[in-house]
């Protein structure tokens, strides 16, 4: 999945927002630099605009700041999509309690709107395929390049226990069902679930904050 700004890769787990590529190490005025300069194309060619993209990473690296500070575990096994201020939580645990943190620390980030709680809490050690779920994120990301009818930039994709979550923008109904179409037939992908909004709907406003 794409990564945000600045945000230190040394460790699997981290927040993102949509379409902006992985270039920056760490949590430096150098890192921001170099790391802005490489994603303005990418932000300048997706709907919501460059301004949108730089008020996401914001909120992402406020979420790992958060995670970090409480829980170093949370940032390795959790990973972020943000777009226009929703959050979308993704990941394996081992432990509700994990997973109910996750969600509360998120909603302390400045500039969140909406949390999406995905995490899945199993047991990493049985059941958790990350290579599988990598190669089905690169595959279906590679389809959405070439498909004709779809700006593959506006969608975010993460897939855990071969579980296909998908988020960000569609021109219309019959990209998303491109989209989603895609995604279903695509081999080892047992589910798709979809936190695409339309371009025509409503931005999201403020929800109300409630329990995990």
């Not at 949590?27 to 993209?53: F, H, K, Y």
């Not at 709107?113 to 279906?140: C, K, M, P, S, Y």
């Not at 019959?174 to 709907?201: F, M, N, P, Q, Y």
């Amino acid at each position: 999945m794409w990564r945000p700004l600045a945000l230190v890769l040394l460790l699997p787990g981290c927040a993102a927002a949509v379409g902006v590529p992985v270039v920056a190490s760490a949590l430096s005025p150098t890192g921001v630099a170099i790391t802005a300069g490489a994603a303005t194309g990418n932000a300048a060619m997706q709907d919501r605009g460059l301004g949108g993209v730089i008020d996401d990473n914001a909120v992402a690296l406020g979420i790992n700041h958060a995670w970090l500070q409480a829980d170093p575990a949370i940032f390795r096994l959790i990973d972020t999509s943000v777009h226009e201020g929703r959050v979308l939580l993704t990941g394996s645990v081992r432990y509700p309690e994990t997973r109910i943190e996750a969600v509360r620390l998120a909603w302390t980030a400045p500039g969140v709107l909406q949390v999406i709680n995905e995490i899945q809490v199993t047991d990493r050690r049985g059941t958790f395929d990350g290579a599988g779920d990598a190669w089905i994120t690169a595959r279906l990301r590679a389809k959405l390049v070439f498909a004709g009818g779809v700006n593959a930039i506006n969608y975010a994709i993460d897939t855990v226990n071969r579980t296909v979550y998908l988020m960000g923008v569609a021109r219309d109904q019959k990209e998303l069902d491109t989209v989603l179409g895609l995604a279903r037939e695509l081999a080892g992908v047992r589910d798709v679930i979809s936190h695409v909004r339309l371009r025509s709907e409503t931005p999201p406003a403020l929800v109300a904050r409630h329990d995990p």
